[in-house]
């Protein structure tokens, strides 16, 4: 609940050794070296040594959204901001896509209202990161197919 | 190259930085603002007619000192807050309101913002009101206020010439004086000194060339 | 994740700090760009050169970009990212007055550029001198990479930019006419062109007027004319005796056969 409208630059201090990758089933609270498909590799240099911009525009949209949120709590009321966020769950949890928009970036068109975002378009919507989809590892296919 | 150091009181590579010289001062009908004009990236002068002096309403100002985009950005939130505030609330909103704004955006952001603010305003019931907010994002309210890096050639000037409920000719005396000083001393600040008066009348503006304040330049 | 990429940041540090790899350069614009307002327009005015480091990368590139008819903008710095945030800004100026139903302007133009470059902390590095004229009157403002904009009746920006204001300090005066306007700044632009290295070649020129859409001059100067060679090196046709002559055919041309769509043999499909 502040007026912050740039992130904050924080690096992590700590970080769950399974954080960045899912646990082994047979022993929690161990990295599955195998179905990560990478070498152990140590925890700081994931954290570390990122580029200076990647937080700040990660967590910008949020930040942006935060401050409008706490501004509407402001001048009306605690009950805006929690209408607004159920309104947007809302139109989160539908799948209305008219089929007029083929196969464009656009997600939803009443999502994009919500978030005053109907008017504008930003490098998120060109590229739109849909390769980044790691397809299913090995392991995860073979249990998958066996019932395991 | 184990992390990324963040490094919050320099500024970042190439940004344009105000090395100002910044005054609020008020007087007996209100308060005045006043202003160097340069503008510098590195050594390289990137304008010599700034404008330093932003209107957040009608009747509150603001001084800017520090990273130019970071002030930019923080004076346009904070107007579009007091316009919503007067939108929604039918009435203006005062100048410790505003000074608490830049207080609370500047506090909450200090580690990514370098901005130092003097915010002034005068309105019927309190008269002329200086506040400022510096770097760490405190606020103090003061009867006059310098600021930026050409501010530290005139404190003692300014403590010994200021009196309070001067005339409008006395105070803006007093601010050609000190500011022609503190850009005479001050390497970064320069141009020409700009002012805004803020009394019951309305706002007006005010612009002093360096034919004028400056004493070496005159006949 | 949507947007810009990280992913391969460490890698590339690394190819950078401990393999000993050069990075890519970018093309940059180290340019010389002039804005200057007149009695009621603005015009503003780029030279033409982009370089990659020490080395020429266009001779004749457009340093002008359009936001919308009646507002344009010229770039410098990196040569991608100005050319990718004028457009993106194009884009949301577009949607933006169709929303309105107004015509855009330059202010908000200025406002969508400094808040997408302050987001960006100066990493996207445009530089850009944004004018036009919309039913307030003509505008003119400079926006830094970092964000922070200025206002003025005459402003040059790019590594060319210290020639060229020395130009505008020295013949700019108020409410000049559009011809004098014009002059100025080709001049400044020349200036930069001659005394920096990083300028060079042309002088583009787009200049807005109130009631008359805006004119881009395309090489409004040439002041660099490649000089005709004086020999002309090319041999005659029958220089060169021909000996001997023996033609192939290559390829046979067969006559193609239409095959109707929808034929059923064509769409096999194995399931």
Known sequence: MSLRIVPEEKQLTDAKNTQFGPAAPSAPGVVDTLRSGEAPLSISSKVNNRHPLQSRIEKWDQTQRDLQLETYRRTFGVADPIRREMELNIVKETDFRPTLFGFSAITSPSLDILLNKETTIGWEDIYTGFNDAKPTDFHTEMEKQMGI | MDSINVDVGHLKKGEISMGTSIMAVTFKDGVILGADSRTTSGSYVANRVTDKLTELQDNIWCCRSGSAADTQAVADIVRYQLDLFKTMNGRSPSTRLSASIFQEICYNNKDSLTAGIICAGYDKGKGGQVFTVPLGGSMHQHEYAISGSGSVFIYGYCKENYKPDMTKQETIDFMKTSLSQAIRWDGSSGGVIRMVLLTADGVERLIFYPEEYNEELKD | ?271
Request: charged fraction near 20%; aromatic fraction near 8%; charge should be neutral.
């Open chain 3, 1 to 271: 994740m949507p947007g810009l990429s990280f992913e391969n940041f460490q890698r590339n540090e690394y190819l950078v700090n401990q393999a000993g790899f050069k990075p890519p350069r970018a093309t940059s614009t180290g340019t010389t760009i002039v804005g200057c307002r007149f009695k009621d327009g603005v015009v503003i005015a780029a030279d033409t050169r982009a370089t990659t480091g020490p080395i020429v990368a266009d001779k004749n590139c457009e340093k002008l970009h359009r936001i919308s008819p009646k507002i344009w903008c010229a770039g410098a710095g990196t040569a991608a990212d100005t050319e990718m945030v004028t457009q993106l800004i194009q884009s949301n100026l577009e949607l933006h007055s169709m929303s309105l139903n107004r015509e855009p302007r330059v202010v908000s133009a200025m406002q969508m550029l400094k808040q997408h470059l302050f987001k960006y902390q100066g990493q996207v590095g445009a530089y850009l001198i944004v004018a036009g004229v919309d039913p307030t009157g003509p505008h003119l403002f400079s926006i830094q990479a970092h964000g922070s904009t200025d206002i003025g009746y005459y402003m040059s920006l790019g590594s060319g930019s210290l020639a060229a204001i020395a130009v505008l300090e020295r013949d700019w005066k108020q409410d000049l006419s559009k011809d004098e306007a014009m002059k100025l700044c080709a001049t400044a632009i020349q200036a930069g062109i001659f005394n920096d290295l990083g300028s060079g070649s042309n002088v583009d020129m787009c200049v807005m007027e109130m009631g008359k859409d805006a004119q881009l001059y395309r090489s409004f100067m040439t002041p660099n004319v490649r000089e005709k060679k004086q020999r002309n090196y090319k041999f005659a046709r029958g220089t060169t005796a021909v000996l001997r002559q023996s033609v192939f055919d290559i390829v046979e041309v067969v006559k193609e056969e239409e095959i109707p769509v929808g034929s059923s043999d064509a769409m096999d499909v194995d399931h």
